[in-house]
């Protein structure tokens, strides 16, 4: 490659890379970095994400299953309606717990969060569905939400089998 046509390609990268900072609005590189992860919010063990498992209603309270930090709480409309995600470190690795159709939600991106604290509401995705929690556990960080029921198991975890085996 000639280096006219180098120069031109660093020309073009420096460019981009400019107005994607400038879109959005990143003063300050370290802003780019993964928050560091505050030790006392480490998980020693992990429970159920609701008080009553079996037979749970409209509006009862949904838990965190374990000390994180919430990455997400929003509502992404659809069959999701409001989702809430938590990222936790347990013994080095990482996990994400994942609550949607909630009727109401009690934390925001940001909120570092105990086990058992109440971050939302059981819902019914405005009247889609009947009301329960949709509970997902992931050991691979911020896959997307999805289109709902697959075949795909790679980055999920069986729920019930995690919790109970990490659960004292």
């Known amino acids: 490659m000639s ?3 180098l120069f031109i390609l660093i020309l073009v990268c420096s460019i981009l890379v400019s107005f ?8 300050n590189l370290e802003d780019l ?29 949904i838990f965190s299953i374990a000390n994180g930090l919430v990455t997400f709480a929003k509502d992404v409309k659809g069959g999701w309606g409001q989702v809430i995600r938590i990222k936790h470190k347990f013994k080095g690795e990482y ?13 925001k991106v940001g909120d570092w969060i105990n086990r058992g604290f109440h971050i939302g509401n059981i819902g019914d995705c405005n009247g889609k569905y009947l009301a329960h929690l949709h509970f997902e556990l992931r050991d691979s960080m911020d896959m997307p939400i999805g289109g709902g029921y697959s075949s ?3 980055g ?7 919790i109970q085996y990490n659960y004292r």
């Open 3 to 5: 280096n006219k046509y």
């Open 20 to 27: 994607t900072f400038i879109f959005l609005k990143v003063n």
């Open 95 to 107: 996990y994400e717990s994942l609550y949607a159709h909630c009727s109401k939600m009690e934390v």
């Open 156 to 162: 999920y975890l069986n729920p019930t089998e995690f």
């Open 33 to 61: 970095k993964e928050p560091e992860f505050k030790p006392e919010y480490e998980a020693d063990f992990f429970n159920f994400p609701v008080g009553k498992p079996a037979g749970t209603d409209y509006g009862d309270s």
């Open 152 to 154: 795909e198991e790679n």
